[in-house]
């Protein structure tokens, strides 16, 4: 068994751990996300993280978990999932020529040697002045329903966003360059060996 769990569903950051070449075991945490108004973006994030992390360690305490949560914000105000196609469009439009933050906060735990490591990833996403045609066109192209923010920064995102800045991998769900530091000092390291999937 692999000394490295995902404690998420996501596919997005199993394609990216897959793609930096880990080996890793995915155990879904079954407890709700929190969404509490009076939160931060990054407060929200650490919350989140922390609790999916602690409860799929628990159960593995001798495995290295990794757990993560991701949002997107405006200013303060915390962008969620679209309900409806309709949702989606108006989330494009308050994004539309304007500059908004993604956070994601990763939680790495080993509970048997009690250590664990908590941060916050944050970017710049840079959105560009957006018709109503652009939307249409870019929303038939993806499916926002699943997306924080009603968009994906791969495939189709070069189209509405003009440039990120800070990690492109945070964008998609999973700030890679400071995961892979942080799971090497925990012992977790690439395999070089197998080719990314």
């Not at 996300?33 to 650490?46: F, G, I, K, Q, Y």
């Not at 003009?162 to 995961?179: A, C, F, H, W």
Request: proline share 6%; hydrophobic share 40%.
């Amino acid at each position: 068994m692999s000394p490295l769990i995902l404690a998420s569903g996501s596919p997005r950051r199993k394609q990216l751990l897959r793609q930096a070449g880990f080996d890793f075991e995915i155990r879904l945490p079954r407890i709700p996300e929190r969404a509490d108004a009076h939160l931060s973006p990054r407060e929200l994030t650490s919350w989140n993280a922390v609790r999916k992390g602690l409860h799929v360690a628990r159960l593995h305490p001798d495995m290295v978990v990794i757990a993560a949560d991701t949002v997107v914000a405006l200013g303060n105000t915390i962008i969620g999932k679209p309900a409806d196609a309709r949702n989606a469009v108006r989330i494009l439009e308050k994004l539309s020529g304007r500059t908004h933050q993604v956070y994601t906060s990763v939680f790495v735990a080993h509970l048997a040697r009690t250590k664990v490591n908590l941060f916050c990833a944050i970017s710049d996403v840079h959105f560009r002045k957006l018709g109503a045609h652009q939307i249409r066109d870019y929303l038939a192209r993806i499916d926002p329903l699943d997306k924080a923010g009603a968009y994906a920064a791969q495939g189709y995102g070069t189209q509405i966003i003009k440039r990120i800045d800070g990690s492109y991998s945070n964008v998609v769900g999973l700030p890679m360059e400071q995961t892979t530091t942080v799971l090497g000092k925990f012992g977790i390291r690439p395999n070089k060996n197998r080719s990314p999937k």
